[in-house]
Structures are given as structure tokens and as C-alpha cells.
Nanobody, 126 residues
Framework: QVQLVESGGGLVQAGGSLRLSCAAS????????MGWFRQAPGKEQEFVAA????????YYADSVKGRFTISRDHAKNTVNLQMNSLKPEDTAMYYC???????????????????WGQGTQVSVSS
């Protein structure tokens, strides 16, 4: 079983950048497709980005495409989310998640992921 811990959240002004990191213990993240999700108060959890095991394929929600970049650092056993041009509507708790299934395509639905971190808060002021 893999344990996931997110870091890198914080308060930033609109237009600024943050880099979230998801660190793993217990297993190498190479074994998992990885995703980032977010949930704002009073809203449903929504997909942000996902990455295949190799890192060769990435997937993004339309709302973050062109602004966010998901990547893997195999040496550090982390998955990162670089967030640029942040907007107030990006304010949410951000969670990383791991999917151990053997399908090639990383999913965009929370139910496809078995392991979750505790989350890191991102707040963007206008």
C-alpha cells in the first residue's frame, strides 16, 4: 500500500504560481497512474490533472489546460503539479491520488483512484 503526502500549497495573488508535490512512501509511484483533484467549499470534487505511469501521457481539465503542468520525478518518487497564472477560482483543497489498475489511460474520475493524500490548501486572492 502506498501513502501519499501533498505539500506546496499556500496563499498567492491572482496571476501567481505554486508548485504542489505529492510524495510517496511504501511503494514506488512508478506502479501507479497518478491524478490531482481539488475540492472547493460547497462544491464537488473535480479532476485537475493526471499522468500515466511512464509520464509520457498527461491529461488536464479544460479549466487548467495551458496553466497547470503535471510531471513525475522518478528519482524523488514524487508527482508534481506546477500551477501558473492562478485565478481565484483555483482556490480549493488539492489532493493527489494513485490508481494501481493496469489500464494505460489515467482516469479523470475520483472513483478510479484507490489511494489518496490528506490534501494541501491553495488559496488565490484577487
Amino acid at each position: 500500500q502506498v501513502q501519499l503526502v501533498e505539500s506546496g500549497g499556500g496563499l498567492v495573488q491572482a496571476g501567481g504560481s505554486l508548485r504542489l508535490s505529492c510524495a510517496a512512501s511504501g511503494r514506488t509511484l512508478r506502479m501507479y497512474k497518478m491524478g490531482w483533484f481539488r475540492q472547493a467549499p460547497g462544491k464537488e470534487q473535480e479532476f485537475v490533472a493526471a499522468i500515466s505511469r511512464s509520464g509520457g501521457s498527461t491529461y488536464y481539465a479544460d479549466s487548467v489546460k495551458g496553466r497547470f503542468t503535471i510531471s513525475r520525478d522518478h528519482a524523488k518518487n514524487t508527482v508534481n503539479l506546477q500551477m501558473n497564472s492562478l485565478k481565484p477560482e483555483d482556490t480549493a483543497m488539492y489532493y493527489c491520488a494513485a490508481d494501481p489498475s493496469l489500464t494505460l489511460v489515467a482516469g479523470t474520475r475520483p472513483r478510479e483512484y484507490d489511494y489518496w493524500g490528506q490534501g494541501t490548501q491553495v488559496s488565490v486572492s484577487s
